[in-house]
Each structure stands twice: as structure tokens, then as C-alpha cells.
């Protein structure tokens, strides 16, 4: 079993600038695949990135690509979110998620750990 915890959520003005951590514990080394998600007001749950556990395989949402970078640090287990020149449009709750086998999906069905989620909100 794995447990996510998310944190460095919070309110930001359009432009600025948030970075989010996830941190896994338990058998964290079953993670290869790590990605985020985000659900905003009255929409689905929607794909915004992810990397492998190498590091060499990184996807991003065409929304968010070039704005927003993903990395991990597998000593602490942890994959961070930095996220810059935030828009209103990027306001959600974001999610990690973890998948134990190591070919890279972007379907929320596909992984098999999810964190409890944090919230930004971007004011215009």
C-alpha cells in the first residue's frame, strides 16, 4: 500500500507562482509512474503531467505545457509540481497519483494510488 499526501496549495494571483509537493510513503518503491491531476468546478478530472520513475519519461497537458514542470527526487520519495505563470483557468484541486507498472498513461483509471488533493485557486 501507498499513501500520497499533497501540500503547497493555496491562492495566488494570475502570473504567479505555486509549487506542489507529494509525498509517498509506504512501499514507495512500487511508484513508477507518478503523476498530477486536477479537477476544477463542474468538470471532469483531467491529465496534467507525468514522469516516469527514471525521470527520462515526462508528459504534459498541452494547458499547462511550457507554464508548468514536473520532477521527483526518489531518495525522498517525493514529486513536486512547480507550477509558474498560473492562469484563473488553472484554479483546481490538484491530485497525485501513483502507478505501480512503468508504461506511462494519462487515464486517471490507470493508477493505482491517489492523494487526498489541495486546492489552488488563481485569482484574476
Known amino acids: 500500500q501507498v499513501e500520497l499526501v499533497e501540500s503547497g496549495g493555496g491562492l495566488v494571483q494570475a502570473g504567479g507562482s505555486l509549487r506542489l509537493s507529494c509525498a509517498a510513503s509506504g512501499r514507495s518503491d512500487n511508484t513508477y509512474v507518478m503523476a498530477w491531476f486536477r479537477r476544477a468546478p463542474g468538470k471532469e478530472r483531467e491529465f496534467v503531467t507525468l514522469i516516469t520513475r527514471t525521470g527520462k519519461g515526462i508528459l504534459y497537458a498541452d494547458s499547462v505545457k511550457g507554464r508548468f514542470t514536473i520532477s521527483r527526487d526518489n531518495a525522498r520519495s517525493t514529486v513536486y509540481l512547480q507550477m509558474n505563470n498560473l492562469k484563473p483557468e488553472d484554479t483546481a484541486v490538484y491530485y497525485c497519483?501513483?502507478?505501480?507498472?512503468?508504461?506511462?498513461?494519462?487515464?486517471?483509471?490507470?493508477?493505482?494510488?491517489w492523494g487526498q488533493g489541495t486546492q489552488v485557486t488563481v485569482s484574476s
Open positions: 497519483a501513483a502507478r505501480e507498472a512503468a508504461a506511462a498513461r494519462v487515464a486517471p483509471q490507470e493508477y493505482d494510488y
